[in-house]
């Protein structure tokens, strides 16, 4: 098989295929959040580090206005194109998601998939909710998913699936190459096995995240007093099942009310 070493966010129509296909079990959660959560209806919601716009195309099939943004201009471009085809203003924008400024403020936000491990810094990471929490009106909600680092040894390191959007077929893997703890810097691969009627190729990328453990993402919304936590969920989703966070927890949704 042919392999391309790139940036997997460099082929968001690949990446799309594959991190679109369970769309409904987030959108559905995100819309039991902020009817739960928000304290005023929601019309207008955003996005930072929207990638393709999976969620935000369907947010605005729902009558919300949308807004995102993203560093990555092909997968922009693509977001963009997205909102268009199916009749929307095209509200993505290039920037960076630790310093942006918002206007009109959105009612919601949301970033569910460990976009947010992507800043490498504790004060991008600090820069970053600053930047969200004045974007949100009072009582709007920033729902917030990553992975944590666990006491002890992870119970997951590797993870694979497939999707599949009509002709095209893509089988993924993604692995924890390592973890330097001190440093809390994740190193993890990526492989997309891509399959066409006419080509078969393997993409190949590594990336870096930063690590937190419960105890220091506490510490950092703890500076960050204008977004008090409201709720945690897991990945399951179920708005009806709240889950408690401990040093253990891996996979946590934190529902981040503006004061």
């Known amino acids: 098989m042919e392999v391309i070493e790139g940036n997997i966010y460099d082929y968001p129509k690949y990446y799309d295929v594959l991190f679109g296909a369970d769309w409904k079990a987030e959108y559905d959660f995100l819309l039991a ?17 929207c990638g393709t716009g999976r969620l935000l195309v369907k947010l605005a099939g729902a009558g919300m206005e949308v807004a995102g943004n993203d ?3 092909k997968a922009v471009e693509y977001c963009n194109a ?3 085809r199916h009749g929307f203003a095209p509200t993505a924008r290039l920037g960076d998601m630790s310093d942006f400024k918002l206007r009109p403020k959105a009612h919601a936000a949301f970033n569910t998939i460990n976009s947010f491990r992507h800043l ?7 820069n970053h909710l600053r930047c969200v929490a004045a974007a949100l009106v009072q009582g709007g909600v920033y729902v917030l998913g990553l992975h944590l680092t666990p006491a002890g040894t992870p119970l997951c390191d590797e993870e694979s699936w497939s999707a599949r959007r009509g002709h095209l077929s893509i089988l993924s893997r993604m692995w924890s190459i390592r973890i330097d703890r001190r440093r ?3 190193r993890v691969g990526f492989t997309f096995d891509v399959y066409t009627p006419l080509r078969q190729f393997r993409l ?15 510490r950092l919304l703890a500076r960050v007093p204008e977004l008090e936590p409201v709720e945690t969920y897991d990945f399951a989703y179920d708005i009806d099942e709240p889950a408690r966070v401990t040093s253990q927890t891996e996979d946590v949704v934190f529902v981040l009310r503006k004061r």
């Open 184 to 186: 809390r810097k994740e």
């Open 33 to 49: 959040c902020f009817d739960k959560h928000v304290r005023r209806p929601v019309r207008r919601v955003f996005e930072p580090a």
């Open 204 to 218: 190949t990328d590594e990336l870096d995240f930063r690590t937190y453990t419960a105890a220091q993402f506490r």
């Open 71 to 73: 560093l990555n201009p």
């Open 120 to 126: 490498p810094s504790e004060q991008a990471a600090e």
């Open 82 to 84: 997205r909102l268009v």
